[in-house]
Nanobody, 124 residues
Framework: QVHLVESGGGLVQAGGSLRLSCAASGRTFSSFTMAWFRQAPGKEREMVVAMSWNGVSTPYLDSVKGRFTISRDNSKNTVYLQMNSLKPEDTAVYYC?????????????????WGQGTQVTVSS
């Protein structure tokens, strides 16, 4: 497992931007599949996007396509989520997660390590 700490959440107006960061401990970060999930109040946790160790990403959640971008810097043990043109419906707790498995069909149960989450609130 790997220890994950998210940062970068906050309150932003609709149309604004935020960049989330997820810092990982451990020397094997570069071998992990990293993903961003989100969970809004009263809703199930959903995967926004995932990225393999070598930079291949899954398709983005339909509702964020063209607005969010995942990236990773293995030299810094960090994965990012750039969020542009934010909408009130993007309001959620955002979690990063790590898995030793890579697939284009990733489920939350495949991720063994989770961060504590960071709140993103988009006001209208």
């Amino acid at each position: 497992q790997v220890h994950l700490v998210e940062s970068g959440g906050g309150l932003v107006q609709a149309g604004g931007s935020l960049r989330l960061s997820c810092a990982a401990s451990g020397r094997t970060f570069s071998s992990f599949t990293m993903a961003w999930f989100r969970q809004a109040p009263g809703k199930e946790r959903e995967m926004v996007v995932a990225m393999s160790w070598n930079g291949v990403s899954t398709p983005y959640l339909d509702s964020v396509k063209g607005r969010f971008t995942i990236s990773r810097d293995n030299s810094k043990n960090t994965v990012y989520l750039q969020m542009n043109s934010l909408k009130p419906e993007d309001t959620a707790v955002y979690y990063c997660a790590a898995s030793r498995i890579w697939s284009q069909d990733l489920r939350p149960t495949l991720f063994a390590s989770w961060g504590q989450g960071t709140q993103v609130t988009v006001s209208s």
